[in-house]
């Protein structure tokens, strides 16, 4: 992992791909690189560790012409974040990027060893170009060069070859990553997503799983996995480049916070319509003769299947299960006839979860998609799409993209109970009705933030925080929990308020902040209690609630966030935002890298 991109252009490559890079910064990386094959066909490369000031500082002192080359953002899998270990790897006339892991690199080494093959990486991808300069070594022709040592290679993976003496050649393949082809005039370009590709052209090639690719600047051809000819079709993209700015915002996570009400809204009138018309699905779904729902998902996916769970129960009488996606897909389990998988995901390639989307395509089984990137793999594989509207998601932890999954899984779940027939006309109107009611309750909510930033300033001081919440609130606490620790590096954890006597309860002292979150629902009372064992060990309680529960609970607590009145059903949709708030000023306070927290990538595409 993390970022690829090539060009073979009219102009000097350099700026161009260092330019493109910047554009997948978003998806984390620790050090980054580029090669190009300079005029006389010289293969050359430039690479440095830590962020892209310092590949752009290096190619100031060092330039490196050509008008081919290949870049790359790296997040480490095999090896240290070191400059040698950076991307583009290089053997002889290859230069190869790499997204994903080679699971049979030992092998390829020992038998590359073996014919007088040394290394100077500890790499799997170094692995990629020593095959294929031993081909070339034979005098195989690069694009066959490409193609037989591509075929020998296991696992999940895109990448991308530039040759010495090629100044119109790039291969690019994919297995497991995602890989986009972009069309220009006399010019073509390949990255690992649209964003990258955005300033550069708007005509889109999306390859399909074990495709690859002979790019020249006329265009491509593509092959399939079995070695045949393929059509590929190509997408004019509207990628607004409002999305991809910050929009006088310190940090993309803070716009995206703040998109949110819009973003819903967006969400709902896509299923709903303006009027009053009901919920309309983009595909079939029959929920009448279902026994019972399966939900995977990784991450803050998986919290909003944890979620859905309750809704569907609750509403529709349907049993569901939730499943971690890289759980689920080795566990192997057996799935009833009469079921429906749902596969939730921001970036749509997330690899635990498509491996699991394809055991339940292997069984014969029903596969809907949640999913922000329609044009993607375990879109195209499914069977039927709810896309979110939230847009391009350029923050590492997920926000928008997070409470578009949940609304579009409360919908769902409303049209499960219609169908089904376990809420009348009536309830299911209310129901839509205060979904409708969600964007302006978010921005009463974000008006909090500058409350929310005092809190966070002392809650920064922290060593660990837990947070609580039952029912439908219980999986938000573990979205809290994981947003805290990812950006501001915090431990954190969450709890079913009900657990707190089962264990977590020896870890409250004076120094420990228990966030509770508890709107004035059927169970305000039972998690006050929670609260209440709490500050009876000088637990410091952050109560986040309505004005209801405010009135009546909050004598003693630490901190309040007094929030808006929502119908319980849907308050973990609104109650995401001070959580989310919470995390982004206590790491501001903190001054970690909000947008790209350490260790972390945005799409985990390798498992």
């Known amino acids: 992992m993390c970022g690829i991109v090539g060009v073979l252009g009219q102009h000097e490559v350099a700026p161009i791909l260092v330019e493109a890079l910047k554009r997948l910064e978003y998806r984390g990386y620790d050090s980054a690189g580029i090669a190009t094959v300079r005029t006389g066909g010289t293969l050359d490369r430039r690479r440095a560790t830590g962020k892209l000031i310092e590949l752009s500082d290096l190619l100031v002192h060092d330039p490196l012409p050509g008008k081919s080359g290949i870049g790359h953002t790296r ?32 092998e390829l080494r020992v038998d590359l060893a073996r014919d007088g093959y040394a290394f100077s990486t500890d790499t799997d991808t170094e692995t990629i170009a020593l095959v294929v300069q031993r081909l070339l070594d034979q005098q195989v022709p690069p694009i066959e060069a490409a193609k037989r040592a591509i075929a020998e290679l296991e696992g999940a993976f895109a990448l991308c070859l530039l040759f010495a003496g090629e100044e119109d050649l790039l291969i690019a393949a994919r297995r497991g990553s995602p890989l986009a082809l972009g069309h220009g005039d006399g010019e073509m370009f390949v990255g690992s997503d649209a964003i990258a590709l955005s300033p550069l052209t708007n005509r889109i090639t999306y390859l399909e799983e074990g495709d690859l690719a002979v790019m020249t600047r006329q265009g491509a051809e593509i092959f399939d996995q079995d070695g045949a000819p393929a059509h590929r079709d190509t997408r004019i993209l509207q990628l607004d480049s409002t999305w991809i700015e910050k929009g006088g915002h310190k940090y993309y996570m803070a716009k995206e916070m703040s998109e949110q009400p819009s973003v819903i809204g967006d969400t709902l009138r896509f299923y709903m319509g303006d009027g009053d018309a009901g919920i309309t699905l983009p595909g079939e779904l029959d929920f009448t003769d279902l026994d019972r729902v399966t939900i995977v998902a990784c991450g803050t996916a998986y919290y909003a299947g944890l979620t859905a769970k309750y809704w569907f129960e609750k509403l529709a009488r349907l049993p569901v299960e939730v499943d971690i996606a890289s759980e689920f897909r080795y566990r192997e389990p057996p799935l009833p006839q009469k079921s429906l998988a749902i596969f939730v995901s921001q970036s749509g390639e997330t690899a635990d979860t498509l491996a699991a989307l394809r055991y339940v395509a292997g069984t014969g089984g029903k596969i809907a998609s949640v999913v922000n990137v329609p044009e993607s793999s375990i879109a195209r594989e499914s069977n039927v799409v709810l896309p979110t509207q939230a847009g391009v998601e350029i923050g590492v932890a997920s926000t928008k ?207």
């Not at 994903?100 to 690199?105: R, T």
């Open 75 to 106: 997040w480490a899998t095999h090896g240290a974040p070191t400059v040698g270990n950076a991307h583009p790897h290089q053997a002889g006339p290859v230069a190869v990027v790499h997204n994903g892991i080679i699971e049979n690199f030992r």
């Open 401 to 607: 993209a997070f409470t578009c999954q949940l609304t579009v899984l409360a919908l769902l779940a409303l049209k499960a109970a219609q169908q089904r027939g376990t809420l009348t006309d009536e309830e299911l109107r209310q129901h839509a009705a205060n979904l409708r009611a969600l964007p302006g309750a978010m921005n009463q909510a974000l008006a909090l933030a500058p409350e929310i930033a005092a809190l966070a300033n002392e809650l920064a001081d922290a060593r660990d925080v837990l947070f609580l919440g039952r029912g439908v609130m219980y999986p938000t606490a573990l979205e809290g929990a994981l947003k805290l620790k990812e950006i501001s590096y915090i431990h954190a954890e969450g709890y079913a308020s009900g657990e707190l006597k089962h264990g977590p309860i020896a870890l409250i002292d004076p120094n420990v902040p228990v966030v509770v979150l508890a709107p004035r629902d059927a169970l305000f009372e039972k998690t006050v209690s929670n609260m209440q064992e709490v500050m009876a060990r000088q637990g410091k309680v952050i109560l986040v609630s309505d004005s209801a529960g405010l009135d009546s609970a909050r004598e003693g607590v630490w901190k309040w966030i007094r929030m808006p009145e929502i119908d319980p059903v849907f308050s973990p949709i609104l109650y995401a935002l001070p959580v989310q708030q919470l995390a982004y000023h206590t790491a501001v306070a903190k001054g970690t890298d909000v947008d790209q927290p350490r260790n972390l990538a945005k799409s985990v595409t390798v498992e």
